[in-house]
């Protein structure tokens, strides 16, 4: 999965509809260039291959400026990538990023489920890399990959279990609840309240 896509697809969400100098600056002022990779470049192409994959539609009112929808199809490809980037602990940060970045677009119920599934996922891969390391007797150098798996994923466990600690009472404002940025088109309405 690629991490622009999912934040791609998510901001033209955010907004109901954006342009793709509008996405660029979102993403550049998120730093998403250095942790996602998202990069002026790879931005035009995602937007190039969602709307060819029936995911956004293209709109040129503006003449030289196209702005961009999301589909019922794209909804259910932001939703599908969201919910696994949550779920599912991944090598690369940025798609936990990208994740992080777009969550208030889901209620807090699931949003506490997914990430329950990761944590359970990084318990296992933390348990599996320390009995690795229990039971390691050759290249002795190679312990340290163990010792690496163990002390990420045991950061993993740290880090999530706090995260659904927070989200339990009641910190951010998820979907469904007043004042969350996870409402379709909901961007420029709160941008208007500040």
């Known amino acids: 999965m690629s991490a622009t896509r999912l934040l791609v697809l998510g901001i033209v969400r955010g907004y109901g509809r954006a342009h793709g100098y509008r996405i660029g600056t979102d993403l550049q002022s998120w730093d998403a260039a250095d942790w996602a990779n998202a990069k002026w470049g790879s931005i035009y192409h995602a937007l190039r291959a969602l709307t060819d994959a029936g995911m956004l539609l293209d709109h040129d009112d503006v003449p030289g400026r196209t702005e961009y929808e999301l589909t019922e199809k ?10 696994d980037a949550v779920r599912r602990p ?3 940060p940025d798609q936990l990023g990208a994740a992080l970045a777009m969550l208030p677009s889901l209620p807090r119920g699931e949003a506490v489920r997914l990430l329950r599934e990761r944590l359970a996922a990084l318990e296992e891969i933390r348990d599996k890399a320390r009995a690795q390391l229990d039971g390691w007797v050759d290249a002795p150098h190679w312990s340290e990959l163990y010792v690496l798996w163990e002390h990420t994923a045991a950061g993993g466990v740290e880090w999530t279990s706090g995260l659904i600690a927070r989200l339990e009472s009641g910190a951010y404002a998820m979907a469904g609840e007043p004042g969350s940025p996870g409402r379709p088109g909901s961007w420029y309405t709160l941008a208007d309240e500040s």
Do not use: D, T
Not at 74 to 83: A, D, I, N, S, V
């Open 74 to 83: 794209g909804e259910g490809e932001y939703l599908r990538l969201l919910r």
């Open 90 to 92: 991944h090598a690369k």
